[in-house]
């Protein structure tokens, strides 16, 4: 799943941002997977994620309940889930070991450290794929705090200029830190882009423009 990635929210010397993405192999186990599907769902809710979502509908962000997102999944499902600790990975994780549904699973992150959790819950990755950064004119990036947020949506959704926009409301008392997170995330649909980092950048942002 390229989308998730080109995140780059290793700025503070942090690393603990990781995306979940669960769904069927299409025309191979795709026949009946909405059921195992809700059930993975279920018990990623379970372990309390930044984000939650089904693609196909959207997620708790973007003003659907979980019962609702429950209530519109079926067989081409595509549950995602972003986090903003180990702990809550590896729980995560975990319970979909458990459960053992046959579903095809995704995680994004820092390498090392997915690496390690899988080392300690039994799970050996099938495939790897790794970013090789970016290339052109990087004189046309925006900061790279702003980026760091805006690569979180790997879709586009959450431009530079929408960032900025909040950050400006935040400066003027419009939002706090956890609001303009929780905005900004209202336009990712896979449920991928983590509003508390978000929320933890947007205000280091704040604050250093306004000194």
């Known amino acids: 799943m390229t989308h998730t990635l080109h995140r780059i929210t290793e700025i503070y010397g942090e690393n603990d941002d990781f995306v ?10 795709d026949q009946g997977a909405g059921e195992k599907l809700k059930k993975i ?7 309390n994620p930044d984000n939650l979502a089904d693609d196909n509908l959207g997620g708790r962000h973007t ?5 609702e997102i429950l209530g519109h999944m079926g067989d081409k499902a595509y549950v995602g889930a972003a986090f903003s600790d180990r702990s809550r990975l590896k729980e995560a994780l975990r319970k979909i070991k458990e459960a053992d549904l046959g579903m095809s699973v995704v995680v994004s992150g820092n390498y090392k450290a997915v690496f390690d959790i899988l080392k300690e819950i039994g799970l ?10 970016i290339y052109g004119n990087k004189a046309l990036l925006p900061d790279r705090e702003v980026l760091a947020i805006s690569t979180m949506c790997g879709h586009g959704m959450v431009t530079r200029q929408r960032i900025e926009n909040i950050v400006n409301k935040m400066k003027s008392g419009k939002l706090n830190a956890e609001e303009g997170g929780k905005t900004l995330a209202s336009t990712c649909t896979c449920g991928v882009f983590n509003p508390e980092l978000a929320a933890q950048i947007l205000q280091r942002v704040s604050e250093k423009e306004k000194e």
Do not use: E
Request: glycine share 6%; hydrophobic share 40%; net charge positive.
């Open 63 to 67: 003003g659907y309940t979980d019962v």
């Open 20 to 29: 979940i993405l669960c769904m069927a192999t299409q025309k191979f186990n």
């Open 124 to 133: 050996k990755p099938h495939t790897v794929n790794m970013s090789l950064g």
């Open 41 to 47: 769902f279920k018990l990623v809710a379970d372990t």
